[in-house]
Structure formats: C-alpha cells, structure tokens
C-alpha cells in the first residue's frame, strides 16, 4: 500500500504509530502512551474495539521487542490476509515442552466423518433431507448433479477429497446413478442406497486416509489460568504479540485454549478458513472455545507456531494470498484447495521451522461496530503434506465478537 493512498484512507480512518508500528485505528480519538492500551482509554472496558497492524508492503521488515532482552523480526509476507512471520518466536525448550504436555495429555485423531450405531434403513424423511442437501450443489441448475457436484457435496458434508474415478466408482456400488449418464437426478437420489454411501464414506476413511481434507492427530492445552510455567510463559508471550496490535485483555481471557497438532507422514490439512465467513444470525454466540451447534466461530486471528523442525515438506499454505479477483467456483473446479496436489502452486507459502510464529487476520474490522467485519477469503489456507518425518504445530486463535450483546 502506498503512502499516498495512506493519506486518502486518513479520511475515514486514522494511521497512528506505536512503538514503530504503524496501526490502522477506528476509533475516533487515539493515545499517544506507549504503554497504554488505546482501546481502553478510548471505549468501556467492557466493550472493546478491534485494531490491526498495517504491513506497509510485501517483505518488509519491522523490528520488534516482544521479551526482554531481545529483538524479534516481524515479516510482512502478504496484504491480503495481512500475514506475518516472526522466526525464533520460541525457544526449543518451549517447543519440546509443549510437545510433552500434548503426548501427556493424548492427542486424537482429527476427523469428521460421523460414527453411525447401525445400519438400519433411512426413513423416507431422512432420504429426502440428504438428497435436498444434495441437490443444493446444482451450480448449473439443470435439475441434477454432476461428478464435479458430487464431489463438492463430498468435500462440504464430509471434509474429504475425493476424484473424479472415485465418485464414478461410488455411483455405481451405491446405485444413485441409475440411468448411467453421469448425473445424479431428485428421483434417481431418492431410490438410491444410502445406507450404502455411508459405508462407502467410510471405507474411504478407513482404507484412503490421504482422500482426507485432514490427516493428523490433536489435543488441547489450557493457557490461560495454568499453573504450568511454560504455558504461562507463552501466555505472556501472546500478550505482547496481542499488544502490537493494540487488542485488550478481554480478547485473550475469552480466547481458545491452545490446540497441539500432529501430523505424521503424508499428513496435512487441505486449505480452510479458521473463522465463519459471515455471522450466522441464528446463533446465540460465538463459540469463544465452547462449541455448540448454535454458536459461530469468530477468530480474528490466528497465530500459528511451529514446534519442530521437519525433514521434508510440511509448509503452510496460502493459495490465494494477494490475488487480485477471486472466484470461488473456479478455485473448487480446479481443486486447488487440494494441497497434496497444489501446494507449491500457492501464492505463499511458509516453510516450518522449530519456534517460528506466523500470525495474520481472517477478518477484516467493521468501521460500523469495530468488531469483526467481512471475512478475508484470501485467508484460505491449509497445511501441505508431510512427506518425511513428523510436523508438530499449535495454534493460538484470538476471538472477537461481531456485534456486542446487550448482556455482554
């Protein structure tokens, strides 16, 4: 972003600089003290507003003081989602720490698929409900689903990838496409095998784990208000990544705990959005860590720390980082959410290294409420394959509300 285009945006919104750092600010009045936390001193400490680092360019560099004692660099890898790498954010003895403290406490398998207690037949409700689901993937809207439908049905309902030959042979084992031309029709759903899709789903899952959109294996660890030093410690350290960008305590005491993940070889997490793309009206809340089926996942940012090194593959992904014109269609045509396939075809891509962070915003701010405003859908990510050794990561989210409640 240039200069002159700064000065332009100063007439909706105010650039201040703290500590040599340049931050976009919605409020109408801003503070000057260093150490001062300007949302507090601007709104009720109860109802904060949001702030954001301003990256200056692609490749800049700002240094910074997050501990004591030393100096940490901050890395603008990409605008849009405004993305940052700070290497040596941990240190090895955190990171080994960390690591323990997740085999300690046991890590499970992340999956998706449901687990079903029989095979009883579906009533014809139940058909209807997932043929309905079903034929809500008819982009083209001729009356029936293609393979390509199918498949994006597959990815949404079950977070797996699956080819365009895996989807032929499941059209046949479950017999949906009678008629044999391609197509899925309402009629031809409606008399088709569902007990039998089931099954075939999890088949694959069992016998294909790499048709996963997530192979890996994952705990929790609570932060704040542990007695363990080492989290605690981290905690602090989150505390200043949160005070660059000028968010108030209140957004890290009703935050997530800290998520350990592990992925093994051929492990990864194809590309993903970490927070609801819009609010969902029909919640009650956001899910702050609590999830519900009626609440909404409302993480403003994500900081992602790596905790090993890992011999071979194992990068972060950002396929549409900074791209220009997005099409949503086009990028589930060509599949490029698919990171054993498209990982280095990514418009950024970030290389794993023991105690390196990288932090950007999935979220843009609401100038209305000064909350958390339109998703950034350049913030689609994802990790790619693991393809020697092991990958350990923990991811920190940092939530924020879309709109204040009136008993908030």
């Not at 890996?216 to 005070?243: A, F, P, Y």
């Not at 940012?301 to 980082?321: C, I, S, W």
């Not at 396939?341 to 962070?357: E, F, M």
Request: some cysteine.
């Amino acid at each position: 972003m240039s200069r002159s285009l700064l000065v332009v945006v100063t007439i909706f919104t105010q650039l201040i600089s703290h500590d040599g750092f340049f931050v976009v600010s919605l409020a109408s009045k801003t503070c000057s003290a260093k150490t001062e936390d300007c949302n507090l001193a601007e709104v009720d400490a109860a109802h904060p507003n949001l702030f954001m680092l301003d990256g200056v360019e692609v490749g800049h560099v700002q240094e910074v003081k997050l501990v004591e004692g030393r100096v940490h660099q901050l890395i603008t890898k990409s605008l849009k989602p405004l993305l940052f790498e700070i290497p040596e954010f941990l240190s090895d003895e955190e990171c080994e720490h960390i690591i323990k403290l997740a085999g300690k406490k046991g890590l499970f398998e992340s999956t998706t698929l449901p687990e079903y207690e029989d095979d009883s037949a579906y009533s014809d409700e139940e058909k209807n409900e997932n043929c309905k689901d079903l034929l809500s993937n008819d982009r083209d809207s001729d009356g029936k689903i293609s393979t390509v439908e199918f498949s994006t049905f597959i990815k949404q309902e079950f977070s797996m990838s699956v080819s365009d030959a895996d989807v032929d042979m499941m059209l046949q084992k479950i017999n949906f496409d009678r008629d044999s031309d391609g197509l899925i029709s309402e009629k031809e759903c409606l008399k088709g095998n569902h007990v039998a899709f089931d099954k075939y789903m999890r088949y694959l899952e069992d016998n294909h784990p790499r048709e996963r959109t997530r192979l890996s294996k994952q705990t929790w660890l609570r932060v704040t208000g542990s007695t363990d030093l080492v989290l605690r410690d981290l905690q602090r350290r989150q505390e200043k990544v949160i005070q660059l960008t000028k968010l108030p305590q209140f957004f890290i005491e009703n935050s997530e705990d800290l998520q350990v993940v592990q992925y093994g070889v051929h492990g990864h997490y194809h590309a993903h959005y970490d927070s609801t793309n819009e609010w969902n009206g029909e919640a009650s809340r956001c899910c702050f860590g609590n999830y519900s089926d009626n609440c909404s996942l409302c993480r403003f940012m994500t900081v992602l720390y790596y905790l090993n090194d890992v011999k071979r593959g194992g990068e972060t992904a950002f396929p549409v980082a900074d791209e220009k014109n997005i099409n949503q269609t086009e990028i589930e045509k060509e599949d490029r959410t698919n990171l054993s396939i498209h990982c280095y075809d990514a418009n950024v891509v970030v290389r794993p290294a023991r105690g390196k962070a990288v932090m950007w915003y999935n979220h843009m701010i609401s100038n209305v409420t000064g909350l958390l405003g339109t998703h950034d859908v350049r913030s689609l990510h994802g990790g790619c394959d693991v393809l020697e050794g092991s990958k350990w990561i923990a991811n920190n989210w940092i939530n924020a509300p879309f709109e204040w409640k009136e008993d908030s």
